[in-house]
Nanobody, 119 residues
Framework: QVQLVESGGGLVQAGGSLRLSCAASRRTFSNYAMGWFRQAPGKEREFVAA????????SYAGSVKGRFTISRDNGKDTVYLQMNSLKPEDTAVYYC????????????WGQGTQVTVSS
């Protein structure tokens, strides 16, 4: 079982930056690929970014590529999402998720953190 706790959300003006963190409870954190997802009001949850177990491989949704950066620190059991040049359409609840290496689905989810971008 992996428990995930997000932090770092808040209210920011368009063009600003936020850094989200997701701390994992499990000491075998490096056995998990990690992802960030978001869900805006009235919309389905969507993929934002993912990172492999070592941090060497990353992927991004087209809408955030070039503005967001996912990273991880396996020594601190934490994954980060640096969000720059934020837009009002980035407003959503952001969730981190863990996927055990070599499995297809994200099995563990955090409670989410609200990000609101004002215009």
């Amino acid at each position: 079982q992996v428990q995930l706790v997000e932090s770092g959300g808040g209210l920011v003006q368009a063009g600003g930056s936020l850094r989200l963190s997701c701390a994992a409870s499990r000491r075998t954190f490096s056995n998990y690929a990690m992802g960030w997802f978001r869900q805006a009001p009235g919309k389905e949850r969507e993929f934002v970014a993912a990172i492999n177990w070592s941090g060497a491989g990353t992927s991004y949704a087209g809408s955030v590529k070039g503005r967001f950066t996912i990273s991880r620190d396996n020594g601190k059991d934490t994954v980060y999402l640096q969000m720059n040049s934020l837009k009002p359409e980035d407003t959503a609840v952001y969730y981190c998720a863990a996927r055990k290496v070599a499995t297809p689905s994200y099995d563990y989810w955090g409670q989410g953190t609200q990000v609101t971008v004002s215009s």
